[in-house]
């Protein structure tokens, strides 16, 4: 059994998909700003978006900025320089839940942001 993408729920598609294609740089793989459903590249799982089933309204989502007992599941993106990445984004006006930091006892340096749905995501390198 391989898994094959991650698929995220989220109440605004094309606000989550302008994210990971403009500002973290995804390649599109399908879908566009209009479509109920889309998918990027990140390597060996892709990552894909589609409507939220149930009928939790969209800023409960959204309340939390820090780390939450509400978070069920992170993105985590390997990139080669994590403080290279934070300044990119930053300069898109990206907020970020921590800076960049070292995690000796894990071997990472390591930064945090959310996407518009609030989904948690971490920049990730090695030490």
């Known amino acids: 059994m391989n898994l094959s993408h991650f698929r995220l729920l989220v109440p605004d598609v094309c606000e989550c998909f302008t994210f990971y294609r403009d500002i973290i740089g995804l390649k599109v793989l399908h879908g566009n700003e209009e479509t109920p459903y889309a998918e990027f590249q990140t390597g060996n799982i892709n990552l894909a978006l589609e409507p939220l089933m149930g009928n939790e309204p969209p800023q409960v989502l959204r309340e939390h900025k820090d780390?939450?007992?509400?978070?069920?599941?992170?993105?985590?993106?390997?990139v080669d320089n994590v403080d290279s990445v934070y300044d990119q984004l930053r300069s898109k006006h990206v907020e970020f839940v921590k800076k960049p930091h070292d995690t000796p006892e894990w071997g990472h340096r390591v930064a945090y942001l959310r996407d518009p749905a609030g989904t948690l995501i971490e920049l990730n390198q090695g030490l």
């Open 67 to 78: 780390f939450s007992i509400h978070d069920r599941a992170a993105l985590i993106f390997k």
